[in-house]
């Protein structure tokens, strides 16, 4: 039981380059969540998905597309890349009927 | 307009001895609120959590305190350990809702 998995680990981007950032869990969670963590902001909501097949914008959307792909993943797309998302990324999952979540190790990005 | 506020960035704290972590919210709606714990280079991990009904919940060395009327919450860690050198997020949520309010976090440390 992984839990919650993210890859990459770390990546560096260029200013206007694409990428998606992948996420699994093998909790059978329904809802699942994107944060960014900049120092001094706290974990800010990018996207969730409540379940498989919605999507729904959170604190901070701009610049980021998201993919339900199934029950198990989600991912993150960048589609032009801004120094401003220089970030750490978190994955999250959620059991429906309660509320804790549960994250994965997070992906390191640097876009210069 | 920050709903959920950690106003300490950093607290040192004495091995063996209490630590407290305090979190302030504006929002009377919230109903349940979550401590989470997050070492360098991984994930926040959900350590506990309590209800708008309860003032307090223990688990282990950490209890929760809730005062809904000044809309405080607090984290007591007693004895500290070593291991307790994290940065800690308080969370809210409304029941029913799908996301998380998070502060900014405080960074704990435990002098030997």
């Known amino acids: 039981n992984a839990g919650v998995t993210q890859t990459p680990k770390f990546q560096v981007l260029k200013t206007g380059q694409s990428m998606t950032l992948q996420c699994a869990q093998d909790?059978?969670?329904?809802?699942m969540y994107w944060y960014r963590q900049d120092p001094g902001m706290g974990l800010r909501l990018i996207y969730y998905s409540a379940s498989e097949g919605t999507t729904d914008k959170g604190e901070v959307p701009n610049g980021y597309n998201v993919s339900r792909l199934n029950k198990r993943e989600f991912s993150l797309r960048l589609e032009s890349a801004a120094p401003s998302q220089t970030s750490v990324y978190f994955c999250?999952?959620?059991?429906?009927?309660?509320?804790?979540?549960?994250f994965g190790p997070g992906t390191r990005l640097t876009v210069t | 307009d920050q709903q959920v506020k950690q106003n300490s960035p950093s607290l040192s704290v004495q091995e063996g001895r209490i630590s407290i972590l305090n979190c302030d919210y504006t929002n009377s709606m919230f109903d349940y609120f979550l401590w989470y714990k997050k070492y360098p280079a991984e994930g926040p991990t959900f350590l506990i959590s309590?209800?708008?009904?309860?003032d307090k919940n223990e688990d282990g060395r950490f209890t929760v305190f809730l005062n809904k009327s000044a809309k405080h919450l607090s984290l007591h860690i007693v004895p500290s350990q070593p291991g307790d050198s994290a940065v800690y997020f308080c969370a809210a949520v409304f029941f029913g809702n799908e996301k998380l309010t998070f502060g900014t976090g405080t960074r704990l440390t435990i002098i030997p």
């Open positions: 309590i209800s708008s009904i309860k």
């Open positions: 909790m059978n969670h329904n809802s």
């Open positions: 999250a999952s959620r059991l429906t009927g309660a509320y804790e979540q549960y």
